[in-house]
């Protein structure tokens, strides 16, 4: 799952296609108008035999502050691999206060960071 993060991040198509279930991979991909991403966050995931799942969010850029997607995912394991299979997302956007940790995932306050 972080590595298909990874592969968004430096706009790896192949990779994503490759780790997509035949079942529900699109024919191409446009990786053009993905965002900014900034860090990604784990916020729960399982395993139950040969299926899987990751609920996570990932941060983005905007042009003023920060964007979210979440996404819970559906995976499921042939010849050991794991591959993507669907997912319900949600979007927002984040407003951080200044003390805050920044979304950026840097550990530094909001503040004294991306602010
Ligand atoms: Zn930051």
Redesign the pocket.
Known sequence: MRSRYSAFVVRDKDYLLNTWHDSTCPPTLSLDDSPDW?ALQILDSGEDGDRGQVHFRAIYRTGKGFGYLEERSDFIRENGCWFYVSGETSEGSLKPGRNDA?????G?K?KA???
Do not use: D
Not at 102 to 106: D, F, L, R, T, V
């Open positions: 900034a920044c979304p950026c995932g840097s530094r909001y960071c991306c602010a």
